[in-house]
């Protein structure tokens, strides 16, 4: 274990984008909220991970769970772990993970490393905890992945802790930027998080180290305002888009003209590709995605597909059903076009609806079929396929990750 990785809120999204990247011999689960990786954390190309929100290097592992003794055994590692600082002010945070305990006993743990590290002859500023673990805001904010900042991963997994040191923190003003400050959006088409596109594209491109294709062509054929298009761009991918409305298409050239003139996308941080034409990373067309003959053989496909009627609120039953049997017939007919045009192995990524009714969830009827229309289902070695769901509190509609293969 060289890495480790705090999870998203839905922490199964994050562990399946980990496992299509990386393999499943690759991960060891620590709790439900971390998991060890055995990849360097410098191989890790972290700000194009959507499923995970700090990525650390490994530091120790300690027996025993219980906060109290765990702290003691820090404040004796602790001169290590500070050794190698440059001169100047410490910037220190704690972050618990799997604890039970509350913000106050994280904080006064903070105060008890203090002491120790003043005892080496350094000057040092605690973060204060909020809660038991700092937010993305905080360690940007504070610098804490500075080369004089430090926060502490402190990990329970029942009889032995994990100790690691956070190396990156999610970009949240990056996300926010990429999210709503782009200059087309349409809530009735739905609102596609650039972290869960990342998702979707990782799951469907797979390996991380696979060199078979350097650049592969990534076809989104319901690309509403194009997030997973701008997403793609900015992993290095070639993009392909295409929708039914030409509004839509309107909007995601907008959008990605829009991408391409930020500088902050541009340096060579990112991996943003411009098309032939010099304006900017896709090709995009006005297609029905259940009939048309794509221009472009796309290595993968990656989508959120017609999620259907929204909701507010519960709906009838009848309502209800009438809408499940139009969204299934379309995904039938989007999959079989699909099916005449990819050879075995194909492999994408599909985010479709599923409704949370009461205390069940309703799934398409059509993923119970799949063999019969062409295709394999990807199973998870650390996660159930069927529990890729993102859903918010309160919301109807959430959108179910299925990873297929062509048979």
Known sequence: MQSILILVRQPQLGLAELESLYGASSIKLI???????SVDHQSINFKNIGGSIKLAKFLHELPGSDWDNTV????????????????????FGLSAYGFSINSGVVNRSSLFLKKTIKTTGRSVRIIPNNETSLGSAQVIHNQLTSPLGIELLVINSKSRVIIAQTVQEQDIKSYATRDHGRPKRDSKVGMLPPKLAQIIINLAVGDANSSEKPCPLVLDPFCGTGVILQEACLMGYRAYGADLEKRMIDYTNANLLWLTAQSQFNSKSWGLLQSDNGQHCAKLEVADATRHQWSHRPDFIACETYLGRPFSSQPEPKILQEVMQDVNLIHKRFLQNVARQTEPGFRLTIAVPAWHIGNEVKHLKILDNLEDLGYNRIEFVHVASHSLIYHREGQIVGRELVVLVRK
């Open 31 to 37: 709790n439900n909220q971390a998991v060890g990786l």
């Open 72 to 91: 003691r055994k820090i404040a004796k590692l602790l001169p290590k772990y500070i050794n190698d600082l440059p001169e100047g002010k410490i910037k």
